[in-house]
T-cell receptor, first 112, second 112 residues
Framework: DGGITQSPKYLFRKEGQNVTLSCEQN?????MYWYRQDPGQGLRLIYY???????QKGDIAEGYSVSREKKESFPLTVTSAQKNPTAFYLC???????????FGPGTRLTVL | AQRVTQPEKLLSVFKGAPVELKCNYS??????LFWYVQYSRQRLQLLLR??SRESIKGFTADLNKGETSFHLKKPFAQEEDSAMYYC??????????????FGPGTSLSVIP
C-alpha cells in the first residue's frame, strides 16, 4: 500500500512533553505539508516544505517544529510551547504546485 | 487577505433532492479552486478542481469570478454523498503562491 503514511494513529502526551509525529511518502513528491484539523475550523496550515532542507511557516506555526532531511519524510514535533495541542493532525504531499494534495490518514494527539 | 468561507456547517437533504454546498473566496489574483471530500473513516481526498471542468460522482462546480464563488452542486443526492466537504484555493501556475487555503468545511447528510 503506497502513498502517504502517518504514525502513530493515536498519541497521548503529558503536559510539558515534546512529541514527534511521523509522515512518510513514497510518491516522489517534492512538497509536503502539515495541517491541524479542528471541528468547525477546517484545516489550518502549520508548516510546509517545497524541497528538501527547506521549509516555511504556515498560519499556526507557533509551538511546532519540522525538519526535511529526506524527500520522503517530514516529521512534525509538537513542543511544550504549543498551548492547545490536542487535535487531529494531517500530513499531505503534492508534486510541485499544490494542484492536488494527497493526504495521510492522520494522527490524533491527546494531551493528558 | 486570502480566505475561503463556507457558510453552512451542516446541510441535510433528502435522497434524490438537489444539493448545493456554498463556497466563497477572497483572493487578489486568479486562484485555483478545489473541492475536497472526507468520507467517514476515509482520508481527505480531492473531489474536483475548477480547471478540469469535470463532473465527479455527479458533482459539478462552476467558478464565478464576479461573485467570487465556487459552489458545489449535484442534481440528485445519494446516501453515499454524506461526508465532510471542504472548499480550497491556491494560486495559479503563474504565481509563487505555494499554499492551499481550506474553508471550515460543510458536513453533508443525505437522509434516506
Amino acid at each position: 500500500d503506497g502513498g502517504i503514511t502517518q504514525s502513530p494513529k493515536y498519541l497521548f502526551r503529558k503536559e510539558g512533553q515534546n512529541v514527534t509525529l511521523s509522515c512518510e511518502q513514497n510518491l516522489n513528491h517534492d512538497a509536503m505539508y502539515w495541517y491541524r484539523q479542528d471541528p468547525g475550523q477546517g484545516l489550518r496550515l502549520i508548516y510546509y516544505s517545497q524541497i528538501v532542507n527547506d521549509f516555511q511557516k504556515g498560519d499556526i506555526a507557533e509551538g511546532y517544529s519540522v525538519s526535511r532531511e529526506k524527500k520522503e519524510s517530514f516529521p512534525l514535533t509538537v513542543t511544550s510551547a504549543q498551548k492547545n495541542p490536542t487535535a487531529f493532525y494531517l500530513c499531505a504531499s503534492s508534486s510541485g504546485h499544490p494542484f492536488e494534495q494527497f493526504f495521510g490518514p492522520g494522527t490524533r494527539l491527546t494531551v493528558l | 487577505a486570502q480566505r475561503v468561507t463556507q457558510p453552512e456547517k451542516l446541510l441535510s437533504v433528502f435522497k434524490g433532492a438537489p444539493v448545493e454546498l456554498k463556497c466563497n473566496y477572497s483572493y487578489s489574483g486568479s486562484p485555483e479552486l478545489f473541492w475536497y471530500v472526507q468520507y467517514s473513516r476515509q482520508r481527505l481526498q480531492l473531489l474536483l478542481r475548477h480547471i478540469s471542468r469535470e463532473s465527479i460522482k455527479g458533482f459539478t462546480a462552476d467558478l464565478n469570478k464576479g461573485e467570487t464563488s465556487f459552489h458545489l452542486k449535484k442534481p440528485f443526492a445519494q446516501e453515499e454523498d454524506s461526508a465532510m466537504y471542504y472548499c480550497a484555493l491556491s494560486g495559479n501556475r503563474e504565481t509563487s503562491y505555494d499554499k492551499v487555503i481550506f474553508g471550515p468545511g460543510t458536513s453533508l447528510s443525505v437522509i434516506p
